[in-house]
């Protein structure tokens, strides 16, 4: 009796191994899951993503209209004109003038084009399920949020240049909440229709 009860412990040690075993490759892959969903939220770095409530969805999300690039673009055209110019021209002082107004306008134009990429990059304008969200800034952040249900009217103003290339500025009323004007997006139109189609 006491020979034949040594196996069937034995027996039961392992079917215990065994069901822990097979039961830790899922529980490792949940962690490993969770993990990955971390990291892909850290590498996008958005301000909507860090702040978003369980169960809060983002409906549409808008920034800057792409033509603040205009002045920087309008002053690398000119270096190209000025540095054309001074090629074609005989006197030694005009050309060189020529050639330092290229030199100071394609300087300024590529300083006009970093600061309108890193101000698109750092606005934010976001329309969840419940609230509004606009942010402006990297280090020195300015955001706003509003939730629709306060929000009491949108209103879009638009300039000739801005319906025919799809920019405007949206003023979000809220009741109780104060007035808040957002510059230069793009598709202004359509961010509102998300605020208002509720």
Avoid at 11 to 21: E, G, H, N, P
Avoid at 70 to 93: E, I, K, Q, Y
Avoid at 118 to 134: A, N, P
Wanted: aromatic residues 6%.
């Amino acid at each position: 009796m006491v020979d034949g009860a040594v196996p069937v412990r034995l027996l039961s040690v392992r079917s215990q191994f065994r069901a822990k075993r097979q039961h830790c490759p899922e529980k490792a892959a949940i962690h490993t899951h969770q993990v990955a969903g971390k990291q892909h939220g850290a590498r996008m770095g958005r301000y909507i993503d860090d702040i978003l409530q369980p169960g809060e969805k983002i409906l549409y999300s808008t920034t800057i209209h792409g033509i603040i690039y205009v002045p920087g673009l309008v002053c690398l055209a000119l270096a190209g004109a000025a540095l054309f110019g001074s090629r074609t021209m005989s006197n030694d002082g005009v050309t060189m003038a020529l050639l330092g107004a290229s030199v100071l306008l394609c300087l300024l134009g590529g300083v006009l084009l970093l600061r309108a990429w890193f101000q698109r990059w750092t606005t934010e304008t976001d329309v969840t399920s419940l609230r509004l969200v606009h942010k402006e800034g990297f280090i020195k952040r300015q955001t706003f949020e509003m939730s629709l249900d306060k929000i009491e009217s949108v209103d879009v103003t638009q300039s000739i240049a801005g319906r025919i290339f799809g920019w405007g500025d949206v003023t979000v009323n809220g009741v109780g909440e104060g007035t808040k004007t957002i510059k230069m997006i793009g598709a202004p139109v359509e961010f509102r229709n998300h605020i208002t189609a509720r």
